[in-house]
């Protein structure tokens, strides 16, 4: 089994940047997909960034697209979300996800693709 622990959340003013990590423990998650979603108040679930097992392959939501950059580290069994020029609007709770039923090769968008969360940590981009 897999824990994910999220942490690098915290009050930013807006422009500024933000590196967001995500911890695995219990099993190394080198070859699995991974992913980050965000929830705003009042919303649903968003995807934000997905990577693939190597890194060979990302995808970004089409509001983060060019300010975020998503990258892992798999020998500490770690998943970064480099936020940049944040946005009033970027305040949420911001998961990680791992997908572990299925090789990584491909990056997912949806949260059903993914069967591991975390607990989430909170940004808050104020203007």
């Known amino acids: 089994q897999v824990q994910l622990v999220e942490s690098g959340g915290r009050l930013v003013q807006a422009g500024d940047s933000l590196r967001l990590s995500c911890t695995a423990s219990?099993?190394?998650?080198?070859?699995?997909?991974m992913g980050w979603f965000r929830r705003a108040p009042g919303k649903e679930r968003e995807f934000i960034a997905g990577?693939?097992?190597?890194?060979?392959?990302?995808a970004y939501a089409n509001s983060v697209q060019g300010r975020f950059d998503i990258s892992r580290d798999n020998a500490k069994g770690m998943v970064f979300l480099q936020m940049n020029s944040l946005k009033a609007e970027d305040t949420a709770v911001y998961y990680c996800?791992?997908?572990?039923?299925?090789?990584?090769?491909?990056?997912?968008?949806?949260?059903?693709?993914?069967?591991?969360w975390g607990q989430g940590t909170q940004v808050t981009v104020s203007s």
């Open positions: 996800a791992a997908e572990l039923r299925r090789h990584g090769v491909d990056v997912f968008p949806s949260s059903d693709d993914y069967n591991t």
């Open positions: 219990g099993r190394a998650i080198s070859i699995y997909s």
């Open positions: 990577i693939n097992w190597n890194g060979g392959r990302t």
